[in-house]
């Protein structure tokens, strides 16, 4: 009797983790899949910057190499000055932690956008100022067909307090500084998402080895080297891209005519990277899609449906002990009887 009432006790368990899962945890799909096939084309009146970012795909084991010769190659840049630019440059190196966020259907995924908290470190470089901030950045598409172009809107993460609102405690919203509530979620309804919905995906971790490129004007161009990787999902993923970078701010209000001029300065910089390394190659692909078909390919974890399920790969792990330890139970108490 009490072996029975002992097995009673670990069922009655385990229908109570499958009941907490499945009324808890399992979304309402019905309220987090967002409407498909509407296209949201965001423009600086939006107040979104426009980034123009040229993205490349750099093998691992050239990435010492190549910093080590764009260190010497922009030691004088005056190579680079060309329609009235004279560029000077500074070094830096920083590391930034970036969490992205998305609906349970992957809608940002899918749109090829981004919804990060990004974390900074800045070991040297000019822009040590900059050490320590938080932003919450939201990546979207700009109609731009070749990826260059994209729409970026900024918001200042605040120094985090005891919040008591629903808001407060959410992963995301909790990121947003209160006199921008407003103006964050306007930009979720204009892409028609509840961005109560949101969750954290992935974490990508930086080392951004970076040349900021000056002209007389002030700051003009980034060019970085970033050494990627994650741990998230239970995977240790390693990659490096490099990213050419026009100053966002000018770019945005500057007129057609110069933002060609600003382009061509790019276009060189690539080429004369790409020539003095040819395994170099244009990769237009965001890094959170990049991360996330990295992981999706190296791990065994149904990745895709545990998001929708809202489920980490620690509860996943859980549930599937808590029943394989129910069914082996009662098949040794079964065994037992007979």
């Given at each position: 009797?009490?072996?029975?009432?002992?097995?009673?006790?670990?069922l009655?368990?385990t229908?109570?983790?499958?009941?907490?899962?499945?009324?808890?945890?399992?979304?309402?799909?019905?309220?987090s899949v967002?409407?498909?096939?509407?296209v949201?084309?965001?423009?600086?009146?939006?107040?979104?910057?426009i980034?123009?970012?040229?993205?490349?795909?750099?093998?691992?084991?050239?990435?010492d190499?190549?910093?080590a010769?764009l260190?010497?190659?922009?030691?004088?840049?005056?190579w680079?000055?060309?329609?009235?630019?004279v560029f000077?440059?500074e070094?830096?190196?920083?590391?930034?932690?970036?969490t992205?966020?998305?609906?349970?259907?992957?809608?940002?995924?899918a749109?090829?956008?981004?919804?990060?908290?990004?974390?900074?470190?800045?070991?040297?470089?000019?822009?040590?100022?900059k050490?320590?901030?938080?932003l919450?950045?939201?990546k979207?598409?700009?109609?731009?067909v070749?990826?260059?172009?994209?729409?970026?809107?900024?918001?200042e993460?605040?120094a985090?307090?005891?919040?008591?609102?629903?808001?407060?405690?959410?992963?995301?919203?909790?990121?947003?500084?209160?006199?921008q509530?407003?103006?964050f979620?306007?930009?979720?309804?204009?892409?028609?998402?509840d961005?109560?919905?949101?969750?954290?995906i992935l974490?990508?971790?930086?080392?951004r080895?970076?040349?900021?490129?000056?002209?007389q004007?002030?700051?003009?161009?980034?060019?970085?080297?970033?050494?990627c990787?994650?741990?998230?999902?239970?995977?240790n993923?390693?990659?490096?891209e490099?990213?050419?970078?026009l100053?966002?701010?000018?770019y945005?209000?500057a007129?057609?005519?110069?933002?060609?001029?600003?382009?061509?300065?790019i276009?060189?910089?690539?080429?004369?990277?790409q020539?003095?390394?040819?395994?170099?190659?244009?990769?237009?692909?965001p890094?959170?899609?990049?991360a996330?078909?990295a992981?999706?390919?190296?791990?065994?974890?149904?990745?895709?449906q545990?998001?929708?399920?809202?489920l980490?790969?620690?509860d996943?792990i859980?549930?599937?002990?808590?029943l394989?330890?129910?069914?082996?139970?009662?098949?040794?108490h079964?065994?037992?009887?007979?």
């Amino acid at each position: 009797m009490n072996k029975l009432r002992w097995l009673f006790i670990v069922l009655l368990g385990t229908l109570l983790v499958l009941g907490w899962f499945v009324f808890y945890r399992l979304p309402l799909l019905s309220a987090s899949v967002t409407e498909q096939g509407v296209v949201h084309r965001v423009t600086a009146d939006d107040g979104a910057r426009i980034e123009y970012e040229t993205k490349l795909r750099v093998p691992l084991e050239h990435l010492d190499e190549a910093w080590a010769w764009l260190q010497v190659r922009y030691a004088d840049c005056s190579w680079l000055n060309q329609e009235g630019y004279v560029f000077q440059a500074e070094f830096g190196d920083e590391d930034f932690t970036d969490t992205y966020f998305d609906t349970p259907d992957l809608r940002m995924l899918a749109d090829e956008g981004g919804v990060r908290h990004r974390r900074r470190v800045i070991h040297s470089g000019p822009a040590t100022n900059k050490d320590g901030r938080q932003l919450l950045q939201i990546k979207l598409d700009h109609g731009d067909v070749t990826g260059v172009a994209r729409a970026e809107i900024k918001f200042e993460v605040p120094a985090r307090g005891a919040g008591r609102s629903l808001d407060d405690a959410h992963p995301l919203l909790s990121l947003v500084e209160k006199s921008q509530h407003d103006e964050f979620y306007a930009v979720f309804r204009a892409l028609n998402i509840d961005p109560y919905g949101m969750r954290p995906i992935l974490t990508l971790e930086q080392n951004r080895r970076r040349i900021y490129l000056n002209d007389q004007v002030g700051a003009f161009a980034t060019l970085t080297l970033d050494l990627c990787s994650t741990s998230s999902w239970g995977v240790n993923l390693r990659w490096a891209e490099a990213e050419l970078e026009l100053n966002e701010i000018r770019y945005t209000e500057a007129n057609e005519a110069e933002r060609q001029r600003m382009a061509r300065v790019i276009e060189k910089i690539q080429a004369d990277l790409q020539l003095a390394f040819p395994t170099i190659v244009q990769d237009q692909t965001p890094k959170y899609n990049t991360a996330f078909a990295a992981i999706a390919a190296a791990t065994w974890l149904p990745v895709r449906q545990l998001i929708q399920w809202r489920l980490s790969a620690a509860d996943f792990i859980a549930i599937g002990l808590i029943l394989l330890v129910t069914v082996c139970s009662a098949i040794w108490h079964v065994g037992r009887r007979w």
